[in-house]
């Protein structure tokens, strides 16, 4: 498996060293420094010379370098480089060279629990800090035997992300549904591509070790003709959750899931035989489910742009968009932007709201509307005159893009139904959903 | 202090940072010594040697700070090899901890034991790791099942006497899933570095273990147990089916590594059972497989990778999703690429209209090797999907048009191609032989004059293109010179009054002015054919025979390698699309040893196996983001080749070619035999005779397929051509057996 694990910063100067394996050389930081730092041509994330691997992820502003000797495990690989960066964001807030270099021995620490022999161990983020603490980090629990027996036990136990000794006064799960809209526009206006990436992130404050039924309006559960039983909700709260004995109400349809992935403590057996999501939940936040969605895709905007190229001069634009969904809602923080070619001297900008700028170092007119009620349209006329070029090379036009976060809006039409919490003690809990839809890649081309 | 100055009298450097550190380490405060341990283990990061504190260090082993115990043990293992009878004095700590009364403790003795690789720690170990094996705490077990891996590694002897394998064989009954993934996890390292110790020996009582751990474990130990699911062979029809139905849940995961392990377990065990399951497999399989294609870049290029080898076995499991490869504007280039080989291969009559579509807007964007396997792709389409030929002749006509040079080039070569399966587009040749000012590359000029050749009869003024290549024959690279010289001779064949003049400038030029032994020996030949008088169709038959048709310009890799490779599924080997033996090497690194090594093993690889050998270099070759990431290596091996290796590549010019070499008689055009579609090569000899005669014959079609990105095949070209293109006395053989078979004529 792995040999290795380095970490460098931009200039290539080696921040963290560690070896699994004895065919893990420290010559070998000096190799990769030269063949991938320093040499632009490298396109690819692994790189064998001659029977040394290389997978590199680059973060921030450092580069994540597995070293292997074997025919190892790709994909496991990238998924732990990846939550190898997550635990690091967890950890220090930012995981940057700034951040590697005071904590460097935290890391080390970490690793040595993360991996063994090369061979990823426990990487459960609530686990590790139980007992790998830092400032920022403390330890709920005292440094005694027994405690590290405890926290033994539950890092090597079949509900490795729960503690059992958990107690809340107030019993809460808060629901978010995001979803990322990924929509790609032909120049002609015909959608080529809509999807959605949906995530469902919970946060539970739960006592004991419940377990807990989670219902969506997923087709088919519903064809399937699963019971129904809304669960007791509390109302919504101010930024605007939603009880889901309303959802269900509002659920006249209901969505196909294209597939969903769940975290390790969804009892996968059950959703393959019944699609009943059962879990019991780690405590405090953590990504229930993903989902991706490609039909009926509700699309919050449409974007209609004109270009129109004047000699080779002039660029004219003129962008209209409009809130595809109820005037009741509003999206906050829209971006769009809109390139230019690479030879723009100036342009002039006006808009029917917020307000547009040119972005000489992106290429980019970049029109912001902080606040965006449904139903509304708004224009963006500008026109960007460009200095002439002895070597006239055609202008690429890439795609316009757009960035926006809408509340209360599924674009996939997905709605909690239910979420259901069982536990010995039978105390009752609150739950709240929220949801919310932002853009993923939505590109418009022209 | 008082210890400081006596050590002061002795060598040590009063100064500098060594001494510093030291001072540190012997301090009587201990968050002194504390942080002089931090900041040795920082120098050592930096790769400063550090292994003079190493008495000092070690002092402070005997600790209760439990952070502190983890540095001087990190420090220990990076340097017990250069003070390695220091290491006994650690010993006593370590044996203290593995029984200490804290089980995170207890963990880190046996942990760190293993990773002391210095053989009186060894002679240590027995006694902890025995009853560590059989610790009450889960977390420790978890952690002494991987020690035996690192014992093993150490010293085989050692574990086998004391009966380690069988305790840990015994420990995938282990109530707790952590520690039987770990077992599982050891127990098949050892199996692969060790066979002879038959380690791993599923039987149907582990299987229903490693089954019942599966759901509970982490997610990295589902991948171990689902790799292990997937080499094991399962003793009936009811049983694979039972390893189907437990791993398919797996394919829910939220962690792509679990997700793929899935997809290979079901995907291997799936022959065994009916072919109705086999397509809800299928369909379970599919979406998963989609989603992958949304996760971070890195992830998706590996699952890219492992995609399009499910879809060269199983090409229908993914016609529907076509619009989930559509390339983003920010993706990284490796990633664009592969999705433009999968769009094509999942490419079909209904969904083409979209992705020419799509192609089109890609060969407009700005990033050229982009651009130019985007117009490749066009043209793979072309050939694939036959009712939409024409719609990809307009698309490469509309390009043209932009008067892109890079795009109309490779247009060009691509139409080259299109013609040889529907010869019926030749009302565009107008318009390609517009272009003939802007090429530049050996290729396009290449390509556009094989056309010219071809439809010499309804070209008016082929006479005067050609002429034109004539003129400048000696500034040519030797690939084009070869196709003018066909060219011309096909004119002249078939407009013999056009062309007389020009045919004698050609052969003259070709066998007085020219250095290239192949170009002057096709010129020869072509003399010889032309001047032969008893029988004049002779020539023509030759030259203007039919030539076979093109089947495919997709690069497919042999089936006996694809069905290596799906079981390698998710691994290196499968982003490479190589079998491991080629990239995977026992030896130690150094850059030259490796070097060596890596050239050894390819000429070894070439010698015993060279179709599969080329057609896997081929195929990797096919997708640069690791071609590029090859390249490096064989750049490497290239320089050797041109220094070292070509003596041994003359004496056996085995390396891919020699198969060819016998059969044909001439020195063949590198490219052919690397070709990765062995039928219309291997089985047809006469083909060959037409490549090297008629003009590029069997060989053209197939190699133009791999040919484009073929960074790679220079690994492999530049070898042979060191063989062919060696020492007249190399050539002389071949001269003659050409007359032999012009004989035969």
Request: proline share 5%.
């Amino acid at each position: 498996m792995l040999s290795g694990i380095l970490i460098f910063n931009q200039k290539g100067e080696n921040l963290i060293f560690r070896a699994f394996r004895s065919d893990c050389r420290p010559r070998l930081a000096d190799i990769f420094r030269i063949q991938v730092i320093s040499n632009p041509q490298v396109r690819s994330p692994i790189l064998t010379l001659g029977s040394t691997t290389f997978s590199h992820v680059k973060h921030e502003n450092i580069y994540l370098v597995a070293v292997t000797k074997s025919n190892a495990n790709a994909a496991l690989i990238f998924e732990f480089m990846y939550r190898f960066i997550m635990l690091g964001k967890s950890y220090f807030g930012k995981f940057d060279e700034e951040a590697v270099k005071n904590n460097f021995v935290l890391i080390y620490e970490l690793l040595d629990e993360i991996l063994d022999f090369g061979y990823p161990q426990n990487t459960e983020t609530d686990t590790l800090k139980m007992y790998i603490t830092t400032e920022g980090v403390k330890s709920v629990i005292a440094n005694s035997p027994t405690d590290s027996s405890r926290i033994t036990q539950q890092a090597t136990g079949a509900l490795s992300w729960r503690r059992s000794d958990i107690k809340y006064r107030k019993n809460e799960a808060f629901v978010d549904v995001i979803e990322d809209v990924n929509l790609l526009m032909s120049a002609t206006g015909t959608v080529l591509r809509a999807d959605v990436n949906g995530q469902i992130i919970m946060r539970a404050y739960l006592t004991g070790t419940p377990e807990c039924k989670f219902g969506l309006n997923d087709r088919l559960l519903l064809d399937g003709g699963a019971p129904v039983s809304g669960g007791k909700n509390g109302a919504g709260n101010s930024s605007g959750a939603m009880a889901t004995s309303k959802a269900t109400r509002a659920a006249a349809g209901s969505v196909t899931l294209e597939d969903c992935q769940f975290h390790q403590c969804v009892k996968l057996g059950r959703f393959d035989a019944d699609r009943i999501i059962s879990f019991v939940p780690p405590d405090g936040e953590f990504e229930l489910m993903r989902y991706r969605a490609t039909e009926n895709v509700n699309l919050p905007f449409k974007v209609h742009p004109i270009v129109r190229e004047i000699g080779t001069t002039k660029v004219e634009y003129s962008v209209a968009i409009k809130a595809n969904y109820s005037a009741k809602l509003f999206a906050t923080n829209v971006v769009i932007r809109i390139p230019t070619p690479l030879n723009t001297a100036k342009t002039t900008e006006r808009t029917s709201q917020g307000r547009a700028k040119y972005e000489p170092e992106h290429n980019n007119i970049v029109w912001k509307i902080p606040r965006f009620s449904g139903q509304s349209e708004y224009v963006l006329t500008a026109e960007a005159t460009l200095t002439s070029m002895t070597h006239q090379k055609a202008w690429s036009r890439p795609p316009l893009s757009l960035s926006f976060s809408l509340l209360m809006f599924t674009s996939s039409g997905l709605l909690v139904r239910y979420l259901k919490v069982f536990e010995k003690s039978n105390y009752s809990s609150v739950k709240w959903v929220r949801y919310m839809t932002r853009a993923g890649s939505y590109e418009i081309r022209f | 202090m008082a210890m400081n100055k006596i050590r002061g009298a002795f060598a040590v450097p009063r100064k500098g940072e060594t001494y510093e550190l030291r001072a540190g380490l012997v301090s009587q405060y201990a968050y002194e010594r504390k942080e002089s341990i931090q900041k040795t283990i920082m120098a050592m990061t930096l790769g400063k040697d550090v292994s003079a504190l190493f008495p000092d260090v070690l002092k402070n082993i005997a600790t209760g700070d439990l952070e502190q115990k983890k540095l001087v043990y990190l420090y220990l293992m990076n340097y017990a090899k250069s003070h390695p009878d220091l290491c006994i004095l650690a010993v006593n700590t370590f044996v203290q901890d593995s029984e200490d009364p804290n089980p995170l403790i207890r963990a880190l003795a046996i942990r760190t034991m293993g990773c002391i690789r210095v053989e009186k720690m060894v002679d240590y170990m027995e006694e902890p790791l025995r009853k560590t094996l059989r610790d009450e705490s889960p977390y420790v077990r978890k952690t002494a099942a991987i020690c035996v891996a690192k014992l093993f590694d150490l010293n085989p002897g050692m574990c086998l006497e004391n009966g380690f394998l069988e305790m840990l064989q015994e420990m995938i009954g282990d109530p707790n899933p952590m520690v039987v993934a770990n077992s599982v996890t050891a127990l098949s390292e050892i199996f692969q570095t060790a066979p002879e110790t038959q380690a791993l020996q599923v039987t149907s009582n582990t299987l229903r273990k490693m089954l019942m751990a599966l759901n509970e474990c982490t997610e990295w130990g589902r991948v171990t147990i689902l790799s292990t699911l997937a080499d094991y062979r399962t003793g009936d029809v009811k049983e694979s089916e039972h390893i189907c139905e437990r791993v398919a849940p797996q394919f829910q995961h939220v962690n792509s590594g679990v997700v793929l392990a899935a997809v290979k377990t079901v995907f291997l065990h799936m022959k065994n059972i009916s072919p109705e399951l086999n397509q809800n497999y299928f369909k379970k399989m599919a979406p998963p497989l989609v989603t992958l294609v949304s996760s971070a870049p890195e992830v998706q290029y590996v699952a890219l990778r492992n995609i399009d080898l499910l879809l060269q076995k199983q090409p229908d499991i993914l016609n529907k999703e076509l619009r989930v490869f559509f390339c983003k504007y920010n993706d990284p280039p490796y990633v664009k690429f592969q999705k433009l080989e999968i769009m094509v291969r999942i490419a079909n009559d209904r969904n083409v209209d979209q992705l020419l579509a799509e192609l089109k807007e890609y060969a407009l964007e700005v990033d050229m090797d982009f651009v130019r396997r985007a117009v490749k792709a066009i043209g793979q389409v072309a050939i694939k999907i036959e009712s939409a030929s024409e719609k990809c002749v307009n698309t490469l006509l509309d390009l043209i048009n932009t008067k892109v040079n890079y795009v109309v080039q490779e247009a060009i070569v691509v139409i080259k191609d299109i013609f040889r399966k529907y010869p019926g587009y030749e009302g565009i040749i107008p318009t390609l032989c517009q272009c003939i000012d802007e090429l530049d590359e050996p290729n396009a000029r290449a390509a556009l004059i094989w056309i010219v050749g071809e439809y010499a009869e309804k070209i008016s003024n082929a006479g005067d293109i050609l002429g034109g290549f004539v003129d400048g024959f000696n500034e040519e690279f030797s690939q084009t010179q070869l196709q003018i010289l066909t060219a011309v001779v096909k004119l002249f064949l078939k407009r013999p009054e056009k062309a007389q003049g020009l045919v004698q400038r050609v052969l003259q030029a070709a066998t007085a002015e020219n250095d290239n032994p192949d170009v002057r020996d096709r010129a020869y030949i072509y003399w010889r054919l032309l001047s032969n008088t008893s029988d004049s169709n002779a020539t023509r038959n030759i030259v203007l025979s039919d030539k076979p048709p093109i089947l495919t310009t997709i690069n497919s890799l042999p089936p006996a390698l694809l069905d290596q490779l799906l079981s390698e599924l998710s691994t290196l080997s499968s982003v490479y699309h190589k079998p491991p033996e080629q990239f995977v090497g026992q030896g130690r690194f150094g850059a030259d040893a490796v070097q060596r090594a890596a050239i050894e093993e390819q000429i070894q690889n070439a010698r015993e196996n060279p179709l599969a050998a080329a057609a896997a270099a081929a195929a990797v070759s096919g997708s640069t983001p690791s071609a590029q990431a090859q390249s490096n290596v064989e750049n490497l091996l290239d320089i050797d080749f041109d220094g070292g290796a070509p003596a041994s590549a003359q004496k056996e010019p085995t390396s891919g070619m020699s198969g060819l070499e016998g059969l044909a008689g001439t020195p063949v055009r590198v490219q052919s035999p690397a070709v990765g579609s062995p039928p219309p090569q291997a089985s047809n000899n006469l083909d060959d005779l037409l490549g090297v005669f008629g003009d590029s014959g069997a060989a053209q079609p197939s190699s133009s397929g791999v040919n484009g990105s073929n960074d790679l095949m220079n690994g492999f070209a530049d070898l042979n051509m060191s063989g062919n293109g060696a020492p007249p006395q190399s050539n002389n053989p071949p001269k003659k057996s050409n007359e032999d078979i012009l004989g035969l004529f």
